[in-house]
């Protein structure tokens, strides 16, 4: 009897053996293929036997943290007012079957941008890795659709060797932004759920001054960013004791301790009020200029404006017929590069207007209105004045502007 008892004890401990790890290769069979926690959502392949040792299973991209070859998270760090977005080198997805149609490419450049949720202005260091030697990048904010009219260049500079021979960028600044994404930005939701899409583009495809791309040097050229941003611009809370208007592209004043301006224009309609409202999706522009010096140096650029219009940038002093106006520059406004149908005008110039507002200008004591009109309905020179009035065609300043000449 004792030796049946032990008979049976062996043959069941070799059966266990031989049970074991047939069920562990079965298993193994059966998760074959994993998910990844990263953004993407790209599946990995795995093979069916584990990793021989510990550095195997540190290697193995399924135990990776970032398995989609995310370098770490985006979001706010915590609860503070600070954010991280991991920018990255893409290309399609060959298989297209995600929503974000696009990769990160392994091993490729990348980037991380530190900046801050809120203030009045959009303050960042940026770092790129495994750049291109000697090719000069610029971060910007791209706002969709292409050319990315509205865009923000945030900084800009040249790729630099580091101590392990690859190409190094760092880029730092504090840009008065206003709020991103701005109201024209087709990522821009009202409920706050769209954001603003950063990227590191060549120089050479971005045209800072009239804020849009000129080129598209190729998708391999870029980096892109892992998730959508926010900025909250806390000087745009409130305009002159106002709530600040939505349909408005931006903050309108000084840049940050600068002696630059910038002055946001806009198509309006009258309703009977003194605060004539922005048209939603009108026509805007935009005027960057300076505070003070011996000239008023300025560069507008006018979008959504009826192409072969004669248009005039001027200053304009109240009331009608704005007796004493400064004829600011001209220009004709032509079709957009890029999008069917859009008009768009350049002006540009250095004009000795003296202090503005002039002592006459009922808005003295607030400062200068800047109006874009019709050249037809302008006289300029020293007996300036409007001989005409075509409100609907016109733009409005978003704010008054004040300018110190230093000559006088």
């Given amino acids: 009897m004792y030796k049946k008892i032990m008979m049976l004890?062996?043959?069941?401990?070799?059966?266990?053996?031989?049970?074991?790890?047939?069920?562990a290769k079965d298993h193994g069979n059966n998760n074959g293929k994993v998910d990844s926690p990263g953004k993407s959502g790209v599946a990995h392949q795995h093979a069916n036997n584990a990793p021989a040792?510990?550095?195997?299973?540190?290697?193995?991209?399924?135990m990776d943290k970032f398995a989609s070859g995310e370098k770490g998270p985006s979001g706010p760090a915590g609860k503070s007012n600070v954010g991280h977005l991991y920018l990255y080198e893409k290309a399609p997805d060959s298989d297209a079957t995600r929503e974000d149609p696009w990769l990160i490419v392994e091993g490729g450049m990348w980037g991380k941008l530190k900046y801050n949720l809120s203030g009045p202005t959009f303050d960042f260091v940026f770092n790129g890795h495994g750049l291109p030697i000697g090719q000069e990048f610029t971060l910007i904010y791209y706002p969709d659709p292409w050319p990315a009219n509205g865009l923000i260049c945030l900084g800009s500079g040249i790729v630099v060797e580091d101590e392990d021979g690859a190409g190094s960028i760092h880029l730092e600044g504090s840009v008065d932004t206003g709020d991103l994404p701005?109201?024209?930005?087709?990522?821009?939701?009202?409920?706050?759920?769209?954001?603003?899409?950063?990227f590191l583009v060549p120089t050479s495809d971005v045209d800072c001054v009239n804020q849009v791309m000129v080129h598209w040097s190729g998708d391999d050229a870029n980096l892109y960013e892992v998730a959508l941003i926010t900025f909250d611009d806390t000087d745009t809370d409130v305009v002159e004791g106002k709530p600040f208007m939505t349909k408005e592209k931006g903050k309108s004043g000084q840049a940050g301790k600068s002696n630059i301006g910038h002055l946001y224009l806009y198509e309006k309609t009258d309703d009977g009020s003194d605060d004539w409202p922005i048209v939603d999706g009108g026509a805007w522009g935009k005027m960057k200029y300076n505070l003070s010096g011996p000239e008023f140096n300025f560069v507008f650029n006018g979008h959504g404006l009826p192409i072969g219009q004669d248009y005039t940038l001027i200053y304009y002093p109240d009331p009608w017929p704005a007796n004493g106006l400064i004829c600011l520059g001209s220009g004709i406004v032509v079709e957009d590069e890029y999008v069917e149908g859009v008009g768009n005008v350049h002006i540009k110039g250095s004009v000795e207007t003296g202090d503005l507002p002039i002592e006459s200008d009922y808005n003295y004591s607030d400062g200068a209105k800047i109006f874009l009109v019709p050249t037809d309905d302008v006289v300029c020179g020293d007996q300036g004045t409007m001989v005409g009035w075509h409100g609907e065609l016109n733009l409005y300043e978003g704010a008054f502007i004040t300018f110190d000449d230093t000559d006088e």
């Fill in 9 to 23: 004890v062996v043959v069941a401990f070799v059966t266990g053996l031989l049970v074991i790890p047939s069920m």
């Fill in 53 to 62: 040792d510990l550095d195997d299973i540190r290697n193995n991209h399924s």
């Fill in 182 to 198: 701005i109201i024209s930005d087709e990522n821009y939701k009202e409920d706050g759920s769209g954001g603003a899409k950063i």
